[in-house]
């Protein structure tokens, strides 16, 4: 009977239910399977469910560095190696099949076929060099070199490859070489691999395998492993090694709004590609509200476990695949990131069906507390009582489902105070998929519960929604939404930092500024206010007919940057209609925004730089033209007009302190 090892990282089996349906497969079909992949909370080091031995290590703690990166890749390997030989012990592989990400497990693979002829199929689940490429897009260009040599090994390195869409697939043929002698196969195509002599690929290993152990003994005397019970929180970094810079990117809300089909959110993400914001550091799809079935008043549609029901009319499944992982697969092919969109408590559907809790003895009307839960545009749920067993269990299945269709982002909407536990159990719940999942709260959230939100999460929107909702479909916002965003900017600065951001919803760009319903100016200053908060960016507007003046606002590098510091402004000016904002960022220059605020009058910031940190002279740049500003010192005035922006930066001269931070 052939034996079969699965290798699989990135999420934990059975939890990824396409390597679970390949591991029923392979036993209908008589084969031993085992599998090597890393524990999730409270598992077991080793256990067998369905005759499926798995074989678990403790996860690497993720930071947000690059030498975190080939920390988490070496314990990664050097942990996979080592439960690849104990697991051995058992009796010879036929077969190894390493699923990525990451492309590091080919030399493990050589390894065996020297030992006795074990063949390699290559499931090719991601593009390793395009996530490495969204993780760290301000690369030199040799460490990004790296990937793409691992990816092409593992390619060339393998039997088979199995490729999950048309895109996968030719970068297989046309990246790393492959035979174009294809035949296909449910749900993949098969790529067969010319493959050079096993004595290069031993010398090849030799190489590789010295490698890692160097890094490995530089590095892993530095390394987390995380300890079972516990939540890995690195200083400056949330609670989940996400979100380390402000997340930027496109959301169904206002353009597609209720109606996200397949055909309409892939073709956002395409744009978002051809359009250049994705180059620009705008990475993330969100399917907002309405993608699931809401019949009525009743609640949203669940399945056999009380989770939500995709709208199949709008997400059809495809081969079997989910209709939302049809999706995930097609924005993860073009590199992006994907998120959808999830409220507190369970459907009273669920409640009223019983549905039971997967895995557990327990059912909805168990757990359930019979009070109203918000969910803005279908209704019908209710809250949770976490005390009762099987109320954890119930949201640990449903983002587990999330995470096996490629969820990146998860928005818990509707929260509050109230909503403690659930934060709490959504946040337990996406760190235990073994996915890294950015968790965002909305809306509205007290200032008073400000640490608990970022303890649990990666971002919290301070306030309403950004849209005036005073048009159909336009304009979609007014000034005064804009004006309100000050106080709160000011307000919430203390308790934004890398790993979880204060969010000040969308910014309304995009569609151009008739539609937007602010002016040229109002739009620079609503970006410039973001960025000076560091606050998410996300896009609402029609990426496929973009306003080519909003586009270069969109793309304007210096003004991205200053968000992507990842430090809060303090207010060092409000006096009516003028507001001063200032930070100092890590390398010493400062960023200075004068705000004028009102809505149809001209009026003159005035402010000393020394509070901005400025002490003596500097150098400024006006970041929306790229004009010179000349040497400041001293107090500093502008004339500004309706709604109007200043945004510099003050680069010190030798000897000028600077200390605002």
């Known amino acids: 009977?052939?034996?079969?090892?699965?290798?699989?990282?990135?999420?934990?089996?059975?939890?990824?239910?396409?390597?679970?349906?390949?591991?029923?497969?392979?036993?209908?079909?008589?084969?031993?399977?085992?599998?090597?992949?890393?524990?999730?909370?409270?598992?077991?080091?080793?256990?067998?469910?369905?005759?499926?031995?798995?074989?678990?290590?403790?996860?690497?703690?993720?930071?947000?560095?690059?030498?975190?990166?080939?920390?988490?890749?070496?314990?990664?390997?050097?942990?996979?190696?080592?439960?690849?030989?104990?697991?051995?012990?058992?009796?010879?592989?036929?077969?190894?099949?390493?699923?990525?990400?990451?492309?590091?497990?080919?030399?493990?693979?050589l390894a065996l076929r020297a030992l006795g002829g074990t063949r390699f199929v290559f499931d090719h689940h991601d593009l390793c060099p395009e996530r490495y490429e969204s993780r760290f897009p301000d690369r030199p260009k040799l460490p990004h070199k790296v990937p793409r040599a691992l990816e092409r090994s593992t390619h060339r390195t393998a039997d088979h490859v199995i490729a999950t869409n048309e895109f996968s697939r030719d970068l297989a043929v046309t990246r790393s070489g492959k035979s174009e002698d294809l035949r296909g196969l449910p749900r993949t195509e098969e790529v067969h691999v010319h493959r050079r002599s096993w004595r290069f690929w031993l010398?090849?290993?030799?190489?590789?395998?010295?490698?890692?152990?160097?890094?490995?003994?530089?590095?892993?005397?530095?390394?987390?492993?995380?300890?079972?019970?516990?939540?890995?929180?690195?200083?400056?970094?949330?609670?989940?090694?996400?979100?380390?810079?402000?997340?930027?990117?496109?959301?169904?809300?206002?353009?597609?709004?209720?109606?996200?089909?397949?055909?309409?959110?892939?073709?956002?993400?395409?744009?978002?590609?051809?359009?250049?914001?994705?180059?620009?550091?705008?990475?993330?799809?969100?399917?907002?509200?309405?993608?699931?079935?809401?019949?009525?008043?009743?609640?949203?549609?669940?399945?056999?476990?009380?989770?939500?029901v995709v709208a199949p009319s709008n997400f059809p499944a495809v081969d079997g695949v989910p209709g939302l992982e049809v999706v995930a697969n097609y924005v993860h092919s073009l590199g992006e990131k994907i998120g959808f969109y999830v409220t507190p408590g369970i459907s009273d559907q669920a409640v009223r069906e019983n549905t039971p809790i997967e895995g557990t003895p327990y059912t909805a009307d168990h757990i359930a507390d019979g009070i109203s839960e918000h969910n803005y545009n279908c209704g019908g749920m209710q809250g949770i009582n976490y005390s009762k067993p099987g109320a954890?269990?119930?949201?640990?299945?449903?983002?587990?489902?999330?995470?096996?269709?490629?969820?990146?982002?998860?928005?818990?909407?509707?929260?509050?105070?109230?909503d403690i536990a659930d934060v709490k159990a959504w946040s337990e719940a996406l760190r235990h998929t073994g996915r890294p999942i950015h968790l965002e709260l909305s809306s509205s959230l007290p200032i008073a519960d400000a640490s608990t939100w970022a303890k649990y999460s990666n971002g919290w929107r301070t306030g309403p929604d950004s849209e005036c909702y005073c048009g159909h479909p336009f304009p979609l916002t007014q000034w005064g939404y804009v004006q309100s965003r000050f106080d709160e900017v000011a307000d919430w600065a203390p308790y934004g930092r890398p790993g979880g951001f204060n969010d000040y919803d969308s910014i309304e760009l995009g569609d151009g500024p008739t539609d937007e319903?602010?002016?040229?100016?109002?739009?620079?200053?609503?970006?410039?206010?973001?960025?000076?908060?560091?606050?998410?960016?996300?896009?609402?507007?029609?990426?496929?007919?973009?306003?080519?003046?909003?586009?270069?606002?969109?793309?304007?590098?210096?003004?991205?940057?200053?968000?992507?510091?990842?430090?809060?402004?303090?207010?060092?000016?409000?006096?009516?209609?003028?507001?001063?904002?200032?930070?100092?960022?890590?390398?010493?220059?400062?960023?200075?925004?004068?705000?004028?605020?009102?809505?149809?009058?001209?009026?003159?910031?005035?402010?000393?730089?020394?509070?901005?940190?400025?002490?003596?002279?500097?150098?400024?740049?006006?970041?929306?033209?790229?004009?010179?500003?000349?040497?400041?010192?001293g107090t500093y005035s502008v004339t500004l007009g309706a709604g109007a922006v200043q945004l510099l930066r003050i680069v010190p001269r030798s000897g000028s302190g600077s200390t605002t931070k």
Not at 1 to 21: C, E, G, H, K, S
Not at 393 to 416: C, H, N, Q
Not at 523 to 533: G, I, K, P, T, V
């Open 392 to 418: 954890q269990a119930f949201i640990d299945s449903w983002a587990r489902e999330l995470a096996s269709w490629g969820a990146d982002y998860i928005k818990l909407d509707g929260v509050g105070s109230g």
């Open 203 to 308: 010398l090849v290993l030799a190489g590789v395998t010295a490698a890692v152990t160097a890094v490995a003994t530089v590095v892993l005397p530095v390394a987390r492993p995380e300890k079972a019970g516990s939540v890995a929180r690195p200083e400056k970094v949330g609670y989940n090694g996400v979100g380390l810079t402000p997340l930027m990117g496109w959301s169904t809300w206002n353009y597609i709004g209720g109606d996200p089909t397949r055909a309409n959110v892939e073709a956002q993400a395409a744009a978002l590609k051809s359009s250049g914001l994705f180059a620009a550091g705008y990475k993330y799809v969100i399917i907002d509200d309405d993608y699931y079935e809401c019949p009525g008043s009743q609640g949203p549609a669940v399945d056999q476990y009380g989770r939500w």
């Open 1 to 109: 009977m052939t034996r079969v090892l699965i290798i699989v990282q990135n999420l934990p089996v059975p939890f990824d239910r396409r390597v679970w349906l390949e591991c029923q497969a392979l036993i209908s079909d008589g084969r031993q399977v085992a599998v090597v992949r890393p524990k999730g909370g409270g598992d077991p080091a080793y256990e067998v469910i369905n005759t499926v031995a798995l074989y678990k290590y403790r996860p690497y703690a993720p930071g947000g560095s690059k030498l975190s990166f080939v920390t988490e890749y070496a314990y990664s390997f050097l942990a996979t190696a080592w439960l690849t030989l104990r697991a051995r012990r058992s009796g010879r592989f036929g077969v190894i099949q390493a699923c990525n990400p990451p492309d590091i497990f080919w030399p493990i693979v």
């Open 517 to 633: 319903g602010i002016t040229a100016s109002e739009e620079q200053s609503m970006m410039s206010l973001w960025a000076m908060a560091a606050s998410p960016l996300v896009i609402n507007a029609d990426l496929t007919h973009l306003d080519p003046t909003d586009v270069t606002y969109l793309k304007n590098s210096a003004v991205i940057a200053v968000d992507q510091d990842s430090i809060d402004a303090k207010r060092i000016v409000d006096s009516g209609n003028e507001q001063v904002y200032a930070k100092t960022e890590k390398n010493g220059d400062i960023i200075l925004g004068l705000f004028n605020i009102s809505g149809s009058a001209e009026t003159t910031d005035t402010v000393n730089l020394a509070r901005a940190g400025l002490h003596g002279s500097g150098t400024a740049t006006n970041l929306w033209t790229g004009a010179s500003g000349g040497t400041v010192s």
